[in-house]
């Protein structure tokens, strides 16, 4: 047994899950599951969302520990799904670590949505929550534009590697700007729905939910440091907004 090829592999594996947004329970229980299935009993992981440690034990009784910090990391389901369906493959075949890898970087060159599809996608969440909150069609159709808008922003910040709490102000300010601007124009008439159902593109949903998971498995260092993530986009989100309505009532004011 190659106990470092074991060790670094399993990292890449960790990484690839905690990458794509997997659960802290998820990734540490694939991982000791692969060290058991190459004969590992004293494996040890640890991780929170942004920090991977791993070690194993070699035939001596010798320690060797990996540690991995981990920078941004988003929310991608199928990668998730595809990465835990390896790591079954995994422990049921054993596969040398070479196939692992290759395995690894097909996975990782899968197809994603395209930035059009995406902005399409913002579009139709935006349209569809503000007529589930109440507000009509022109304010549906007013949504779904601002929607793709937001969309836009976030991809131009996301090439800069932006910070994403002043990402998530600027998406808010412009999603906030542009339903004010369209209810100014006509173009709708319930500004209060139109934000609403735009900002639903930026509500870290999964967040919440996963920090719940994670403070009930017992994992409370990971659920705090999501929790504190979803706290910021919201206050990023509430910043933006907020300070996009005073400018534009400011403005009307000045106007009138």
Do not use: W
Request: glycine share 10%.
């Amino acid at each position: 047994m190659n106990y470092d090829e074991l060790l670094n592999t399993s990292t890449d594996i960790a990484f690839a899950l905690l990458e794509s947004g997997a659960e802290i329970y998820r990734v540490e229980e694939a991982i000791q599951r692969i060290f058991r299935a190459y004969g590992v009993e004293h494996g040890a992981v640890f991780a929170i969302p942004t920090l991977l440690i791993l070690s194993v034990q070699d035939d001596k009784g010798h320690p060797l520990t990996e540690i991995r910090r981990l920078g941004g990391h988003g929310s991608d389901l199928a990668r998730v799904d595809a990465y835990n369906n390896l790591c079954r493959q995994i422990c049921q075949e054993r596969p040398s670590f070479e196939k692992i890898r290759r395995e690894l970087a097909r996975i990782a060159r899968g197809p994603r949505y395209s930035v059009l599809q995406q902005t399409a996608a913002f579009a139709m969440v935006a349209f569809g929550f503000t007529l589930l909150f109440g507000g009509g069609l022109a304010d549906a159709v007013c949504s779904l534009l601002c929607g793709a808008a937001v969309r836009v922003v976030l991809y131009q910040f996301q090439r800069f590697e932006a910070n994403s709490f002043f990402t998530t102000i600027m998406a808010s300010f412009t999603a906030a700007a542009l339903a004010f601007m369209g209810v100014q124009l006509g173009l709708g008439q319930n500004l209060d729905k139109i934000i609403i159902g735009v900002l639903m593109n930026l509500v870290p949903g999964v967040a919440l939910t996963n920090v719940m998971r994670d403070v009930i498995a017992g994992d409370l260092i990971a659920g705090l440091t999501k929790l504190v993530e979803a706290l910021l986009v919201a206050t990023g989100i509430a910043l933006g907004t907020g300070v996009a309505l005073s400018l534009g009532r400011a403005l009307m004011g000045v106007i009138a």
